[in-house]
């Protein structure tokens, strides 16, 4: 298992005096890609200069049609680490499965992708309950349990958000967040303050930038771009994020403006190596 973090020459400059993160991607962001030919995309992610891996519940599963042993050798051999996956909605026995296989091949993290917009706020009060059993799960196998807010849990239902009621209802000691960055900004919020505040509780990010000039309300595309291309600085978001106990970044870019999913990973990570 490749170590957590990495030490980056390259990068050591914006990071001066912490530990510099590993560079990651979310597989979803490649998807067609690892669809058509998962042993080659895997191949480029590592050459590009990727070294952790978070995957998601594709048709394939999440080892892409591997066992867990199978698919963690084959990352390895293209010198890339699996430590997150995002899961398919499941019963609290088949999570536990999933747990096992996971921590069987050392990842650290299962995050629950989606919840989707509830009428009630009593909605996410369930759904915290339900939080801290799977990361009651998790932390008996050796894992971390997190969870990954969209657009929704930042808009107001029955005069709260919904993140505030999540973050409260849910044990800091088995429930961590995944703060994608994107959706903090869009919905205007404070992604430096919810790191603050809730110090140690966001331990992972998904990155991609905001478009400087948004695109119009109910288009099809989100207003997201690479990374050092939109209005998002992100020195400032790995030094908050990094001061306040966030250990795993993930590139995922959702809109892909006349470039291809592989020709934006190449992008973001030279921005990572640039920085």
């Known amino acids: 298992?490749?170590?957590?973090?990495?030490?980056?020459?390259?990068?050591?400059?914006?990071?001066?005096?912490?530990?510099?993160?590993?560079?990651?991607?979310?597989?979803?962001?490649?998807?067609?890609?690892?669809?058509?030919?998962?042993?080659?995309?895997?191949?480029?992610?590592?050459?590009?200069?990727?070294?952790?891996?978070?995957?998601?519940?594709?048709?394939?599963?999440?080892?892409?049609?591997?066992?867990?042993?199978?698919?963690k050798k084959l990352a390895n051999g293209f010198g890339l680490s699996l430590v997150s996956t995002h899961y398919n909605p499941c019963n609290l026995v088949?999570?536990?499965?999933?747990?096992?296989?996971?921590?069987?091949?050392?990842?650290?993290?299962?995050?629950?992708?989606?919840?989707?917009?509830?009428?009630?706020?009593?909605?996410?009060?369930?759904?915290?309950?339900?939080?801290?059993?799977?990361?009651?799960?998790?932390?008996?196998?050796?894992?971390?349990f997190g969870y990954h807010p969209h657009d929704y849990p930042y808009k107001p239902v029955d005069g709260q958000l919904p993140i505030d009621v999540l973050l409260a209802g849910t044990d800091k000691a088995l429930v961590d967040f995944q703060m994608d960055v994107y959706y903090a900004v869009t919905e205007g919020a404070d992604p430096y303050a919810y790191m603050r505040q809730h110090k140690g509780r966001f331990k992972l990010a998904h990155l991609r930038d905001v478009l400087?000039?948004?695109?119009?309300?109910?288009?099809?595309?989100?207003?997201?771009?690479?990374?050092?291309?939109?209005?998002?600085?992100?020195?400032?978001?790995?030094?908050?994020?990094?001061?306040?106990?966030m250990r795993y970044f993930f590139v995922e870019q959702s809109r892909f403006f006349h470039e291809t999913p592989l020709q934006s990973a190449r992008k973001n990570v030279a921005y990572l190596k640039g920085m």
Not at 57 to 67: A, E, L, N, Q
Not at 226 to 245: N, P, Q, R, S
């Open 212 to 245: 400087k000039q948004r695109l119009p309300a109910g288009s099809q595309e989100e207003s997201a771009c690479d990374m050092g291309e939109g209005i998002i600085d992100f020195k400032k978001f790995f030094a908050t994020g990094l001061d306040t106990g």
């Open 94 to 144: 088949d999570f536990e499965k999933l747990t096992v296989q996971a921590a069987g091949i050392g990842m650290k993290y299962l995050v629950c992708p989606w919840l989707g917009p509830q009428k009630s706020v009593d909605a996410f009060k369930v759904f915290a309950d339900d939080f801290n059993k799977r990361g009651a799960i998790c932390h008996r196998h050796g894992l971390r």
């Open 1 to 71: 298992m490749l170590a957590a973090l990495s030490a980056s020459p390259v990068m050591a400059g914006a990071f001066t005096g912490r530990v510099v993160p590993a560079r990651g991607i979310q597989l979803y962001m490649v998807k067609e890609d690892m669809e058509r030919d998962p042993i080659g995309t895997l191949k480029l992610l590592g050459a590009m200069g990727y070294t952790q891996l978070e995957s998601y519940g594709s048709d394939k599963g999440i080892f892409w049609g591997k066992s867990p042993a199978e698919f």
